[in-house]
């Protein structure tokens, strides 16, 4: 498993909170406050994959999805 996320630039001064859903294959997308070291909230937005292959052949593939490297 690896995930995948980004947070806000600015701070998040609402109410805490997380949604979750799932593709029903193997990726799990969540949405979310977190607390930063500074004290701070932040919205994060992150990706959960589980590939179910070698790790270098899942590294190599979201690397190289289409042969070339990918564009990040």
């Not at 995948?4 to 799990?28: C, Q, R």
């Amino acid at each position: 498993m690896w995930h995948f996320g980004v947070d806000t630039f600015t701070e998040y001064t609402g109410k805490e909170f997380e949604v979750t859903f799932g593709n029903g294959i193997s990726d799990l997308y969540r949405i979310y406050t977190k607390r930063m070291m500074d004290g701070r909230n932040r919205v994060r937005s992150e990706r959960q994959e589980y590939p179910r292959q070698a790790y270098a052949d899942a590294l190599l593939r979201k690397l190289y999805p289409d042969g070339r490297l990918a564009d990040c």
